[in-house]
C-alpha cells in the first residue's frame, strides 16, 4: 500500500532577495567573507520541501564553490545576474552573549546597490513568491514581472520602513502574508502592543502576519486566529545570521507543499519555519543547512511538537 | 450523575513573602499607597484553586480594609504581623513603553528590614509551600519552622543572588520547585543560554524550574522534559507588577488540586499561572484579580489552549 497518491507534488517557489558574503564574529569564533544573502538562506531552506528559483545578484568575486553548492541543492540560479567587474554585496557583524542583535560592523553594497531584478520567463508564474529584504520599489518590480500568484509573502526592514514608507505600503496591499521582527511590527505600526500592531499590520493588505520574535519564538496573526509558537531551545547557538529567511523558507517551503493554505497549514508552516532557523543558528553560515538530513528535520520536528504538547 | 467524588479537595498552601503599598506610573495611569506585594500578589491568585494563608509583616499604616479585602477573598491572614508603630513596606516603580521592565524609583523596606516570619502552628503541615522573594536566611528559617512538606516552591531575585548566594544554594537545596526570570537564571547559573542555564540550576538541586519571559511566555524544566508556554497576547497592559507571583499563585493553586505532580499536572499548572499572570496586568494593583469570576478564567484557559493548539 502506497499514500504517494495522496500527496501533491510541491509547488514551485520564486524568491528574489539579497546573495552575499558575510563577515561574522560570534561568541563561538570568527568567518570571513562566508556564504550569506537573504534569497541564499531563504532557498536553501526551501529547497528541503519544494523546488525554488532565486532573483539575485553577485559580482564576479562570487566564488564559483559557492554557486556550486547551492545548484547542487536544487536551487535555481537561472535568476541570478553575475555583474562582470562587480564587487558583490558584502556584511559585517558581530554578535555578543545576546545573541538576538546583531551589530552591524560594516556594509557593502557594491552590486547591490544598482539591482534590479529580472524574472526568468520560466519563473513568471511560480504559484508562491517570497519578496526577501530589498527595497520595497524592487519587490513591486517583480510582482509588477510576473502574473499576479496565488500566494506572496514578504519580509522587510526598519530602514525601508522609516525611509520608504510609500512604496512599502503599496508592496504590503499586495501580499497575502508580511514576516517581520518585533520591534519591525512596532515600528511599521506605531504600536507598542503585539495584538495591536498585529491589527494595525494586517489593514494595511497582508492577510496572515508572522512577527518573528529571536529565541521566543512566533507569533502568527490569521484571519481566523492567533497562534503562538516557541522557538526551538538551543544548547549551543553558533551564528543567528540569516535565521529569518530561513524561517521564511521552512515556512514557504511547508505551504508549498501543502494542499490547502488555511489556519492549519499555517500553523504547520510556521513549525517548519522554527525547525529550520533552529538548524540555521547551529552553524555559522549555511554550514549546518547545506548538511541536514531529512531525518534529522522530522526528528526535531517530533521533539518541537512535544515541547508544546499537552499530553 | 455527579463526578464530585473524583475531585480530590484542594490541598493547602502556606506562603511566605512581602506586603507593601505600591505607588506606581504607568503608560496607563499613575497609582499611589495601593495593595501590593509578593504574598498579596501570590495569595490572592492561589485564592482561587485552594485554601491559602500567608505569612508576612505589615506596619499599622497599613490599610484595614485591604487587609479586609484579602480575608473576605478567603486568603489566611493568621500569619500576618502588624508591627505597632510600624511602616509598611513601600515600592515606587515606574513602567515605560516596555512594560517587560520595571524601573524603581524608590524602596522603603521600613518594617520589612527586620521580618522574622513566624508560621503559626496551624500552618505547620501544610502541604504546599511557597518561599516568596525574600532574604534567603527567612525562607530558610521557614522551612526550618515546619514539618519538610511534600512540595515546595520558592522565588528569588537579583540581589539575593549576587549578595546572599550562600543561604540562597542551601534554599535551593531544599525545594521542589524554583521560579526566576530569565536573566535572574542567567545569573543565578553563569549561563546566557537557556537551556545551560536549566541545566546548572536543576543541578543545584530544585526538581523542577520555571523560567518566567515576561511578555514571551514561560519555559518549564522538569524531569520528563520541557515544556513551553506563550504569555496570553494581551491588547491593553495596565500594570505588569505582581504579575511573576500571580502566576506562581496559578501554578501553585494548580498543583494544590492535581492528584500528581507529574509532568502533565505541571504543565496545566504553568498555564494557569499563565493565565492568572494575564488577568494581573490588566488592571492596576490587585484590581482585576479581586474582581476575577469562575468563569472568566475557564474562558482565557481555553482561548489560551486555542493559541496553542495544533488543531
New interface residues.
Partial sequence: MTAKSDAPSPRSILAVGSMALDSLETPAGHRADCLGGSATYFGVSASYFAPVSVVAVVGDDFPSPYLDRLRHHGVDLGGVEVVQGGRTFRWRGRYG??LNNAHTLETQLNVFERFQPRVPEVHRRAPLVFLGNIDPVLQLSVLDQIEQPPFVAMDTMNFWITSHRPALEQVLARVDLLLVNQNEAYLLSGE?????AAEHIRAMGPKALVIK?G???A?LFHEE????A?AV?????VDPTGAGDTFAGGLIGHLARAPRHDF?AF??AV?QGTIMASFACEGFSLDRLFALERGEIERRRHDL????S??
Same sequence: chains 1, 2.
Avoid: F, S
Avoid at 486566529?225 to 503562538?228: E, K, P, Q
Fill in positions: 552573549t545576546d507598542t502592543n503585539l495584538v495591536r520574535r529565541e521566543y519564538g507569533a486566529g492567533v497562534y503562538m516557541p531551545p538551543l544548547r549551543d547557538v492549519l500553523k504547520h513549525l511538537e512535544k515541547l508544546i499537552l499530553r
